[in-house]
Structure formats: structure tokens, C-alpha cells
């Protein structure tokens, strides 16, 4: 097996219920985003396919996904590159994740309703609950639950577009973030921190909490892309 096609390999999740194409369009992100691939490593859809045993419909499939996300390039005469995220990208996408949270936590914080409010704190109580009982998954869904909450209620729907476009860098940053039990804890602690600074109204309390989560969030990240040896 290729040094590509076992990477990819290692992290193709082929639980129950899960589609192939789902899963190796993940496996592929997950490579990318890490630097596990190589920036500028070529891809062959029929070798991958083989090694993986899979149709190249999927693999297919998940490159189409993969190009809009804009994590690989398809080149004439080439065929298809990988444009990895390096630490410095990392840096810049966190820079710009700072930005736009603060603008949206601050303007939601300023016209959510009591019943907006007691919401968002459900969503707190329910991440509290799945993590206790050693829910990972579902406390990242928890945690997305969290962001988007504030994004619709911020009422700002450009900025939700920006967002957007962001998220696949995002969702995997704040996946790998999280997994490791200290780091999941201090998340979950910060977010209650911007939850009771909403609540009282201080704006310069929730930019300072939010600016200090994304910035342990940040290190986390850069920490294991050196470890893996990303540039």
C-alpha cells in the first residue's frame, strides 16, 4: 500500500450506516487539513481506489467535494494535487475566526430574547451531560449546536455566509481541538464563561473570553501539526 493510501487508510471510519463516500471524503479531509498528505502530493483516483478496495465512484465523488472545499486542485496533464493547510494558514483562519465571533456574539448577546437565552443554555447543560458520560462525538455536535446558535441569533446573515465558507477548516480544527479530555473540559468551561458574560452583557468580558478560547484552540493545533510535522 502507498504511503497516500495508507495514510488515508488509517483514518477511513467504515462504521455501520456510515456511506463509503462519506467516510473516505472525511479520511481524505482529515489527511489533508493535518499535513498527513503532503501540499503539492499528487493523488491517482484508480491507485487509491484499489489500495482502499473501494469503487472509484466514491473516491470520485469525494475529490468533487474535496476541490470545492478547496483542499485539492485538479490540473491539466497533472491530474489532482493537494493544497494542504500549513501552520501559517492555520494562524490566519484562527485571526479571522476571532473577528467574526466577536462581532456575532456581541451583536447576539445585545437582542437575544429570555427564551433565546434559556436555549442556549440547554445546549450548555446537554454538552455537560454527554460529556460526563464520555460522549466525544455528540459533545462536538454539541459544540456546533453552540456556534451556529449564536450565528442565527447575531442576525447577521453575511457574516453567517463567511462563516460558512470557513467551516470545513473549522469543524476540523475544533474536532481535533477538543478530543483530548483537559483541553474538551477547559472548552466546555469557556463556553459557559461566554454564556454568563452574555448574560450580564459585558462586552469586553465575552471579548476577552472568546479571544482566550480561540487562542488555546489555536495552540492545541499548532502543537499537533508540529508534532506531524506540518510547515
Known sequence: MDQVAQTVHQHLDLSPGKSIGKAVYQALRQTILMGEIP???RINEKSLAKELNVSRTPIRKAMDRLDRDNLVERKSGVGIITRGVSRKD?????DIRREL???ATIRAMQIMTHDQFFSLREILEETDRCNGQGQVDQVLTMFTAFNDFIYDACDMPRLKVIVTRLKNYLVYFRDIS???NDRRQLA???HWN???AMLTGDQNRVESIIRQHLAHSLDFILSVMEARHVG
Not at 90 to 94: G, L
Request: charged share 40%.
Open 188 to 190: 466546555i468551561d469557556e
Open 101 to 103: 465571533d466577536t462581532l
Open 90 to 94: 492555520a494562524r490566519e483562519i484562527f
Open 178 to 180: 477538543v478530543r483530548g
Open 39 to 41: 501540499d503539492g502530493e
Open 194 to 196: 461566554i454564556y454568563h
